[in-house]
């Protein structure tokens, strides 16, 4: 069975460029999750769909941010415009029930 | 408020030595809680799990992590670290919604 994967692995961007990252959960997946890991810092949490619906998204920072999940298979997550703060790893997790499965991340960076 | 402190950021072990990562929590209810690892270039990867009963729980790669409600704990134990434990890990509270998690403890491994 496949695991979560991201694409890209990593991303480079200038301040203001946009950038979308995808992910492809585990095969009948209802949930997928969005992660962020800033430099030393926690990994937190971003958001949760369940299918298609987005059941939880109070930890994206702000409305440069947007994400989808179309037809309820995989997701991605736009950053426009980027700033120097988004820089980072981004996780992606599914599950089906309380375990969740993490991608191996996409680590940005805005210049 | 909901959160998970794991004090020590780094540490150094020996091969052949035993090992505790420390994790306190703060969560309002009954807690699930996990022990991810992730390895240099690597996604997340789950070690063990708790949602209920027998408070040690045992896990993958020789792991286990015991379950203190009374201290709010959910320390990970290995009687013998192998060099290819040398990884970062992180602790984390939550399930279905969310995970909260720790801030990682990067653990170096000497010969």
């Known amino acids: 069975e496949a695991g979560v994967t991201q694409f890209p692995s990593h991303s480079v961007i200038e301040k203001g460029q946009t950038v979308t990252l995808r992910c492809d959960p585990i095969s009948g997946h209802d949930n997928l999750y969005w992660y962020r890991r800033v430099m030393g810092k926690e990994i937190k949490f971003l958001l949760h769909?369940?299918?298609?619906?987005?059941?939880?998204e109070s930890g994206m920072p702000n409305n440069r941010f947007l994400a989808e999940r179309t037809g309820g298979t995989y997701s991605t997550l736009k950053v426009q415009p980027a700033e120097l703060e988004d820089s980072g790893v981004y996780f992606c997790a599914s599950s089906q029930r309380n375990e969740q499965y993490f991608g191996p991340g996409t680590r940005l960076t805005v210049t | 408020a909901q959160s998970v402190t794991q004090p020590d950021i780094h540490i150094t072990v020996s091969e052949g030595a035993s090992l505790e990562l420390r994790c306190n929590y703060s969560?309002?209810?009954?807690?699930?809680l996990f022990w991810y690892v992730q390895s240099p270039g690597q996604g997340l990867q789950l070690l063990l799990k708790?949602?209920?009963?027998?408070?040690l729980v045992q896990g993958i790669k020789g792991f286990e992590a015991e379950f203190k409600r009374s201290q709010s704990s959910f320390n990970l134990r290995k009687p013998s670290v192998h060099w290819s434990d040398a990884a970062e890990y992180f602790c984390?509270?939550?399930?279905?919604?969310?995970?909260?998690f720790g801030a990682g403890t990067r653990l170096a491994v000497h010969p």
């Open positions: 708790y949602f209920s009963g027998d408070t």
């Open positions: 969560y309002g209810a009954t807690p699930y």
């Open positions: 769909f369940v299918k298609e619906s987005k059941q939880d």
């Open positions: 984390a509270v939550g399930g279905y919604n969310k995970l909260i």
